[in-house]
């Protein structure tokens, strides 16, 4: 999939987010605002994300993966600090992290590639 594209499908899938999630807003200024925190999303994701999680390893491996939850919800509020994202609390961010893998993890399946599909 086109980066583009998938650039894209990651701010529809933060502003679906932010319309379902209690506590999360975007600053208002129109689309770049959205464009910037779903950049600034996937960086974090990218950089931030995996180093935590191997951090946390012993307690994920204890709690049966439940812990990711958290790891998620804290990678989403560290990108909410440096973004133009705001989320009210940390219960915000956990389940802002939970739909918003959901919803992109749907968005991305919808607008796979066909000829990439097995």
């Known amino acids: 999939m086109n980066l583009l594209v998938r650039w894209a499908l990651n701010a529809l899938a ?8 209690g ?3 975007i600053a208002s200024g129109g689309l770049w605002p959205l464009l910037v925190a779903a950049l600034v999303i996937g960086l974090v994701n990218a950089v931030v994300r995996p180093v935590m999680v191997l951090l946390t390893l ?3 491996l204890l709690t049966f993966g439940l812990f990711l939850l958290v790891v998620n919800g804290l990678a989403l509020a560290v990108a ?4 133009p994202l705001d989320i009210a609390g940390f219960g915000s961010a ?8 959901i919803v992109s993890a749907v ?3 919808l607008f796979a590639d066909p000829r990439r599909r097995r």
């Open 14 to 21: 933060l502003w679906l987010t932010v319309s379902f999630v």
């Open 23 to 25: 506590g999360m807003s």
């Open 58 to 60: 012993p307690v994920t």
């Open 80 to 83: 909410a600090a440096i973004s």
């Open 94 to 101: 956990v389940w802002g992290a939970l739909v918003l893998s």
């Open 107 to 109: 968005l991305s399946r």
